[in-house]
């Protein structure tokens, strides 16, 4: 009986507190959602508990807080069954002050956008619909945020989904993505398309903003290397104009000091271009290395063995019982072939 009443307790107290009072949260949340709509008549409505675009510059606190509420039973599921384990594997990973303020920017941010563009939409088509029919809620900017974060940290790693599809973790963003995008033009605006700001403020986030260690020059922020670059969640094909609008809001982003000075930019005497910082300059010092290296061995296949050099001492007569096997001195005068062995 003691170990049944004490295993919850420990399993509780061994998940970092970020995780631990995110997930509370969530099911708090949720729980009276549930609640509050059970009691309710028809005309049912919380805009202070989720994000209602023609209510919430009222309730301002739903920019983070409607993330926190699940409306369907199933929803709430997969929530909880995806987003805890991740965020504790990212705490234990990054601390908790990092994981809190990733969770915080990619919720509130994404929500501002959508926000932002309910009342643009409003402006141009004049219907209520998309400032009192949309309710923003749930943690799909945050899903699309931790796949955005795991293609950095281990994009090569293979997960099995429902225990039949096998892929690999830098395929899963642009999957969810591309399901958004498929259920946005189908006509489900609300709230599949935070995840497409999700992806992108989570992207911009780690990139430039995360604060990742603490150098000689500084602290050091984001991760500049080109295998996370924007052109590397695109075919081919679109790279060129990529580059050039990334370039253009990076120089306009660096004109205006939007973006944090790491201490590599320092040593660089300035900000970094894309794709740019110490850790795409060391990759591309270890690609010439194996590169000059390869060639050097390739080369040196084919060329005879040097012999080792010595250096000059007086030889001693061990040296000289041995002379007929013993590399010949650099200094020593040259032996006459016609007096050799």
């Not at 994000?51 to 919430?56: E, F, W």
């Not at 990733?102 to 209520?128: D, K, M, Q």
Request: glycine letters at 6%; hydrophobic letters at 50%; one cysteine or more.
């Amino acid at each position: 009986m003691a170990v049944l009443s004490t295993a919850p307790l420990q399993l509780i107290t061994s998940i970092p507190p970020v995780t631990r009072a995110f997930t509370a949260l969530t099911v708090a949340s949720s729980l009276l959602y549930y609640w509050l709509w059970w009691t309710s008549d028809a005309n049912f409505s919380v805009p202070w508990l989720v994000l209602v675009p023609g209510s919430s510059i009222f309730y301002p606190w739903t920019f983070v807080t409607s993330a926190f509420v699940e409306t369907t039973v199933l929803e709430l599921a997969f929530t909880l069954i995806t987003i805890p384990a991740s965020l504790r594997y990212l705490e234990r990973l990054w601390g908790a002050v990092e994981t809190l303020k990733f969770v915080v920017v990619t919720i509130a941010v994404s929500n501002i956008i959508a926000f932002g563009l309910n009342w643009i939409e409003y402006f141009v088509l004049r219907s209520p619909l998309f400032l009192y029919g949309m309710w923003y809620h749930g943690q799909m900017a945050l899903q699309i945020g931790v796949l955005v974060a795991f293609t950095q940290l281990i994009p090569e790693h293979q997960v099995q989904l429902f225990g039949v599809l096998k892929a690999r973790v830098k395929t899963l963003p642009m999957a969810y993505l591309t399901l958004s995008t498929v259920l946005c033009i189908v006509g489900f605006q609300c709230p599949w398309i935070v995840i497409q700001f999700g992806w992108l403020v989570s992207w911009v986030w780690l990139r430039f903003y995360k604060k990742n260690s603490e150098a000689l020059g500084g602290p050091l922020y984001g991760d500049r290397s080109e295998t996370f670059a924007l052109t590397s969640w695109f075919p081919p094909l679109v790279h060129k104009p990529l580059t050039w609008l990334g370039n253009t809001v990076y120089g306009l982003a660096t004109k205006f000091h939007l973006i944090p000075l790491s201490a590599s930019d320092v040593e660089a005497a300035g900000y970094s271009q894309l794709p740019g910082g110490a850790r795409a300059e060391a990759e591309r010092r270890r690609a010439m290395a194996l590169k000059a290296l390869d060639q050097r061995v390739a080369s040196g296949g084919n060329a005879p063995p040097r012999a080792p050099t010595a250096p000059i001492n007086a030889p001693s007569s061990s040296n000289t019982a041995n002379s007929e096997t013993a590399p010949t001195l650099v200094n020593d005068p040259p032996v006459d072939v016609k007096e050799g062995v």
